[in-house]
């Protein structure tokens, strides 16, 4: 398994501002992904975070809105830019060790309120 | 594309009852199927998983055999505790060699003494 932490583990945002999310991992990981989770839903895949290059997104979720950085193989970051109350979710970082057994481990999630 | 349809919740039982909740998916090609869980005030945890039809995952008491000819992956427990009590999400990744999960919508599972 991983450890994953994420920064901050809840914030109140306004509307209009962008927050940055930050996940760490306790080990270096081939692969990196950001999901979300709106109140009451199910996750929903926002991008593959790829070390080194651009990160690769789902259909509905640009990179003007929900840029990704990478910089190595234990950290990534999610900003949610121009928000609104829409944006208010829980932010998920998951990694995957190995590409054999496509097992993804968790992070404990970012609770987004924006007013 | 691909998805994943779960019985909808909440779902309350009596400790020592039967558990199932019904999953089906919609998949190109031979998904890998798993079941997660989250625990009240927890992260998303990995409970169980099966890569391959016919295959069967097992953790902490609870069962899912990957059933191609029906598309399904039906997460059971003989005898459910109050320890169980969690949101339990049934997903699947896109093939071999894929780690992008498709989540279904979750089922809430409360079980009282």
């Known amino acids: 398994s991983a450890v994953i932490s994420q920064k901050p583990s809840r914030d109140i945002c306004q509307r209009g501002t962008s927050l940055t999310i930050q996940c760490q991992v306790d080990s270096q990981v081939t692969m990196m992904f950001w999901y979300r989770q709106q109140p009451g839903q199910s996750l929903t895949l926002i991008a593959t975070a790829n070390q080194g290059s651009e990160a690769t997104y789902e259909s509905g979720f640009v990179i003007d809105k929900f840029p990704i950085s990478r910089p190595n193989l234990t950290f990534s970051t999610l900003t949610v830019s121009n928000m609104s109350p829409e944006d208010s979710s829980i932010y998920l970082c998951?990694?995957?060790?190995?590409?054999?057994?496509?097992?993804?481990?968790f992070g404990p999630g970012t609770r987004l309120t924006v007013l | 594309g691909n998805s994943v349809t779960q019985m909808e919740g909440p779902v309350t039982l009596s400790e020592e009852a039967f558990l199932t909740i019904n999953c089906t998916y919609t998949?190109?090609?031979?998904?890998?199927l798993f079941w997660y869980v989250q625990y009240p005030g927890e992260g998303l945890q990995l409970l169980l998983k099966a890569t391959k039809a016919d295959d069967k995952g097992s953790n902490k008491g609870f069962e899912a055999t990957y059933r191609k000819e029906t598309t399904s992956f039906h997460l059971e427990k003989g005898s459910v505790q109050v320890s169980d009590s969690a949101v339990y999400f049934c997903a699947l990744t896109r093939g071999a060699g894929s780690y992008q999960l498709t989540f279904g919508k979750g089922t809430k599972l409360s079980v009282i003494p």
């Open positions: 998949a190109t090609g031979y998904p890998s």
């Open positions: 998951s990694v995957g060790r190995d590409r054999e057994f496509n097992e993804q481990f």
